[in-house]
């Protein structure tokens, strides 16, 4: 119960971070995503059972509160955190360049999702001016977060559960 609580805090301190702070510290047109970081840190240090629950709630409520299309933070979530229960029990035992890979991709995946959603309403943009304005920055600012990120989720889990163990 303790692990859900306290992933459920610290969910909200990320979106509060994010809408707070993060979304105006902006580098050309691209943002740090700290709810992204804090997932993809959680993902890999958790070993519950019905986790999974927790990232369609999280998707939803950001989906819900986002001017971003309809779902795209379910499917990115969802899909971030698969992968991170697939580098647990794959070949890769790095917890820290696991999150490296999780957020480059994941940064990849969220910003070609709400690309695709924006041409699909219409909107024509260059594909030179996304990747070098938005896409870019973006990376470079999830990247220098990733491990102050992965450092404090990692401490917060440690002390609630033991890396091996299985509640």
Request: glycine share 6%; charged share 5%; hydrophobic share 60%.
């Amino acid at each position: 119960m303790a692990f859900y609580f306290s992933s459920s805090i610290g969910f909200i301190i990320a979106i509060m971070l994010q809408m707070g702070v993060f979304s105006r510290a902006v580098l050309f047109s691209g943002t740090a995503d700290v709810v992204l970081l804090f997932l993809a840190a959680w993902s890999l240090h958790q070993r519950q059972k019905y986790s999974w629950i927790l990232v369609v709630i999280f998707g939803l409520i950001l989906s819900s509160i986002s001017a971003s299309p309809a779902l795209l933070y379910l499917i990115v979530y969802l899909t971030v955190f698969l992968a991170a229960m697939r580098l647990q029990t794959g070949f890769w035992q790095s917890p820290l360049l696991s999150m490296f890979l999780l957020v480059f991709f994941g940064t990849f995946l969220e910003h070609g999702v709400q690309v695709l959603g924006l041409f699909a309403q219409g909107v024509s943009l260059s594909m030179g001016e996304i990747f070098s304005q938005i896409l870019l920055p973006s990376v470079l600012l999830n990247m220098l977060l990733t491990i102050p990120v992965h450092a404090l989720v990692q401490e917060l889990f440690r002390n609630l559960a033991p890396m091996r163990t299985e509640i």
